[in-house]
């Protein structure tokens, strides 16, 4: 009894932590996207330009709150795309916001040095990073409660890191952002995925799915397979679905 006993208190007191924590790092996160909103109407006010680009540092510190606040712990998870976790529509104004806010005007910024993201693929943690926001996005991006106003800046994030020309990334993208970009969510066009193939090909498959940077659970082909398959109907294309369209055509018709 007395072992039982301090087994569920100390699950009781690692769940009540950990929701203790998390409700902290939210309302710190909200404070510091609220503190942003109002350098905004301050700055226009002042009749200067609205657009703030965050130091890369803070940026840096605001992502890796989101990311901790939108992911499962270890236990739970069970795929890498599983490993997304979004509490409430609050992440997703979260996410949005981060995006509009944070990481465009950095973007979008002349001066390499506002980049956020450029300074993460100096390290493995970085490039981790990287891949982990990118597919909080892909998992948002593909849910089906998703409304435009939050997929919107995610489609543009998404095409400004791929190097898509559109209206509203008429600006330059870091030649070292598309490639990576493109060698984790494009990988037959990458580098990356000639050397994927001949991991494939050997005995070392597991090793592969544990490389994190190589991020194959990441491809769009794949994503928009699955996405077009499972997630815009009850459940994947039936195999009869050929039979049914033929009975619904009337014989004169045909």
Not at 87 to 114: Q, Y
Not at 220 to 232: E, V
Request: overall charge positive; aromatic content about 6%.
């Amino acid at each position: 009894r007395k072992s039982s006993a301090t087994t569920i208190q100390s699950i009781f007191r690692a769940v009540k932590s950990n929701q203790t924590l998390v409700q902290k790092e939210r309302e710190i996160l909200k404070q510091r996207l609220t503190d942003l909103s109002t350098l905004r109407t301050l700055l226009t006010k002042a009749g200067k330009s609205p657009v703030y680009v965050p130091p890369p540092a803070t940026a840096t510190s605001m992502i890796r709150q989101m990311l901790f606040l939108t992911r499962l712990i270890p236990f739970q998870r069970i795929d890498d795309f599983e490993e997304v976790l979004v509490r409430s529509t609050a992440d997703l104004d979260f996410l949005k916001n981060m995006i509009e806010h944070v990481i465009m005007p950095g973007i979008k910024a002349k001066d390499g040095e506002l980049d956020p993201i450029l300074p993460w693929f100096e390290s493995p943690e970085g490039r981790i990073r990287f891949l982990r926001l990118l597919r909080l996005c892909l998992a948002v991006a593909t849910t089906r409660s998703i409304v435009p106003s939050t997929l919107t800046p995610i489609v543009i994030f998404l095409c400004s890191i791929l190097g898509i020309p559109s209206p509203d990334n008429q600006f330059c993208i870091r030649d070292t952002i598309v490639k990576i970009a493109r060698a984790m969510l494009l990988p037959i066009y990458s580098p990356v995925a000639e050397a994927s193939k001949s991991v494939r090909s050997s005995s070392k498959v597991g090793a592969m799915k544990q490389n994190a940077l190589l991020g194959p659970s990441l491809d769009l082909i794949q994503i928009l397979r699955r996405h077009l398959l499972f997630n815009t109907g009850s459940g994947a294309i039936p195999p009869n679905a050929e039979s049914m369209r033929q009975s619904c055509i009337p014989a004169k018709e045909r």
